[in-house]
């Protein structure tokens, strides 16, 4: 290899080990005993492979000199001949992955060419059925979906052997993540000889922006389906172009891209089209822009909103703080139906109210933000799902009739309850803010009962929904109605699935949702028995295959989102297995150190034999330094 042959920046490398790299340097090194010797310069994507930042200690003056800049242990030099820059994507290289037609059966008569000892000392054979059904579907002359991730492919193949990778134009789908491609002309030689190509993943290759005329003369209309996850990709500008040269796709999925000049160059600030003038992502339906650097919703996100067909937007790790979707603008986000924002800076419940502004929206993920950091999960649902009416999906979990039905009562109670206590002058604070010494005149009250209004912006309605069904259990006083709204106690089922009380008659009863779980086992521990240190509790809905564990005694059943009609079961630990799993474990770690103690020996011995063996070979060279 010469050094022409490595472009700076460009040049993805890899070595033995699996390890991938870009070479940012190339030339000699001032630490090495030849000063005309040529090296790469290694910046690795796995901050932790190399030896330094890019700086060495110059053999001839002493000092420090800079070739690269990476971080304190990426980078590493390499002799020309010990870098790795891949392979090209060849005929050969897409046969590899898939089995040859005339293949010889590794199971000729479904029978493996291995046996099993059993426990009587005898062989068995190993039977392997459905090897000919199997091979009919990998047949690379066949199928239509192939995968090549991660084989180290770099480049397009010679241009002799573009004729022969015309054999594979029938394919529809190509799988590339986590090869060494980093140029877009690579990328669109490869591609050219699959005519018929709807599908590409080139995720995780270090593939940078691209250029103004990169798709000029190259047409991929069939394209549907786009995966640049993780990729170089710096600028929203790349996404214009890829708009313009695939006008029907259908997903997008840029995900850990930079693409925070959406603000400068968002669709709605610059005039897109492909080449007929048609204005691009017509027919997107999904686009991922998870950690892209967002950051406003209103400057970058909003410039999304014309996309008429959008029905999937994710958005999670990005570091946006508040959502704003004007009345005005009627045509906003017009199919949205799934938006994903986990992790995100949301620390509002009116940011969450804002979401109303899409009629279309049905299915929600929020986890991981400010918001909801400091409540259970049971409460950041019910609380959700009474503020979206139209939701139908949480967090991939479906919401039920007599779910919503719940969550909104309850969030009628907690929010009477809170008008309540300012009516009578107890609640002192409110969203952070000091309302009162408790002496509330009436216009105080109002006041502070208008704020709670506007904070809650669908509890009027929600009042009206539901006061009829809850008056007859109420016992909370509203101070604008004569009606009683009881929907903070909730009627439990407590059933004990221990072995000494399994048989007796589950406990009925009406309980308040701000009880703690620490009064729930004290409660058990009465009624069947069972010490209150072995309890472990769970709760059930109706149809509901998996019961939530009540795994703290110091939250409420409000904090785990406890519904009326729930069923609490009580189950007790067994204290001799359980000391069982523990000797067992115990026994299990001293066995653990005392073969890392092994290894270790065994590694010292072996260190100290090469030691010995580079002491007696004086022209030993480091291939890294």
């Known amino acids: 290899m010469t050094p022409d042959d490595l472009r700076p920046n460009i040049t993805r490398v890899r070595d033995a080990s699996g390890f991938v790299g870009t070479v940012v340097y190339v030339g000699p090194v001032a630490s090495a005993k030849s000063s005309t010797e040529i090296y790469a310069g290694i910046a690795w994507d ?52 898939y089995v040859k037609p005339d293949a010889e ?58 004729v022969e990778m015309e054999e594979f134009g029938h394919l529809k789908s190509i799988d590339l993540a986590g090869n060494l491609l980093s140029d877009w002309v690579d990328v669109l030689t490869i591609c050219r000889p699959f005519k018929n190509l709807e599908s590409l993943s080139l995720a995780s290759n270090r593939i940078n922006d691209l ?54 160059c968002g669709l709605g600030t610059c005039a897109v089209g492909n080449n007929n003038g048609i204005p691009a992502f017509q027919n997107l339906i999904l686009l991922d822009l998870s950690d892209c650097n967002l950051t406003s919703w209103e400057k970058q ?18 570091m946006i703080e508040n959502i704003t979707i004007p009345e005005s603008v009627a045509t906003a986000f017009t199919k949205v139906a799934s ?12 940011t969450i109210d804002n979401l109303n502004g899409i009629p ?75 309302l009162s010494d408790g002496n509330l005149g009436d216009t105080d009250a109002n006041a502070k009962q208008a704020q709670i209004h506007a904070h809650h912006p669908r509890f009027q309605s929600l009042l009206e929904k539901h006061k009829e069904s809850m008056m007859s259990s109420s016992s909370i006083s509203v101070p604008f109605s004569n009606a009683n709204i009881g929907g903070d106690v909730i009627g439990l089922t407590i059933r004990s699935m221990a072995a000494s ?87 299990d770690h001293i066995r653990r150190v005392k073969e890392q103690e092994q290894h270790v020996t065994i590694m010292q011995a072996i260190q100290k034999s090469d030691h010995r063996m580079s002491l007696a070979t004086t022209d030993t060279s480091q291939e890294k330094f």
């Open 46 to 97: 796995d901050v932790t492979r190399g030896m330094h930042d890019g700086s060495v200690i110059c053999r001839a003056t002493n000092r420090i000199v800079r070739h690269f800049k990476c971080g304190p242990t990426q980078g590493s030099f390499l002799r020309l001949s010990k870098v790795d820059v891949g392979v090209a994507l060849s005929p050969e290289t897409m046969r590899s992955r």
């Open 105 to 162: 059966l590794i199971a000729p008569d479904n029978l493996l060419p291995h046996v099993a000892r059993t426990a009587g000392g005898r062989d068995k054979p190993i039977e392997f059925w459905g090897e000919v059904k199997i091979r009919g579907r990998q047949q690379l002359e066949l199928v239509e979906e192939i995968s090549l991730r991660m084989l180290g492919i770099a480049r397009p193949c010679s241009s002799e052997q573009e």
């Open 211 to 264: 250029s103004s005329g990169a798709f000029d003369g190259f047409s991929m209309t069939r394209m549907t389906h786009l995966n640049l996850n993780s990729t170089n990709i710096a600028s929203f500008k790349t996404v214009h172009l890829i708009g313009k040269a695939m006008p029907n796709l259908l997903e997008l999925c840029m995900a850990h891209c930079d693409l925070a000049d959406i603000e400068h």
């Open 301 to 318: 996100v909003s410039h999304l909103s014309t996309l008429p067909a959008l029905e999937s937007l994710i958005l999670n790790d990005n």
């Open 339 to 350: 938006l994903q924002l986990a992790g995100t800076s949301i620390s509002s419940w009116s």
């Open 360 to 434: 279309t929206l049905r299915s929600l993920r929020l986890r991981n933000t400010p918001l909801t950091s400091s409540m259970g999960v049971g409460e950041v649902r019910s609380t959700v799902i009474a503020r979206l009416p139209t939701l139908e999906f949480f967090n991939a979990s479906p919401i039920s009739e007599r779910e919503r039905t719940e969550a909104e009562r309850r969030y009628v109670s907690s929010v009477a309850r809170e008008l309540l206590m300012i009516s009578s002058g107890a609640l002192l604070s409110f969203a952070g803010q000091t």
């Open 501 to 587: 009380s399994c048989d007796m008659e589950p406990l009925r009863k009406r309980i308040p949702t701000s009880l703690k779980v620490g009064r729930i086992k004290a409660m058990c521990a009465r009624a069947f028995g069972l010490d209150i240190d072995l309890q472990i509790l769970h709760f059930r809905i109706e149809n509901d295959p998996f019961p939530t564990e009540l795994d703290d005694t110091d939250n409420t059943l409000a904090y785990y989102g406890v519904p009326d009609g729930a069923e609490i079961l009580v189950n007790e630990i067994d204290i001799e297995a359980r000391e069982r799993e523990r000797t067992r474990q115990s026994e």
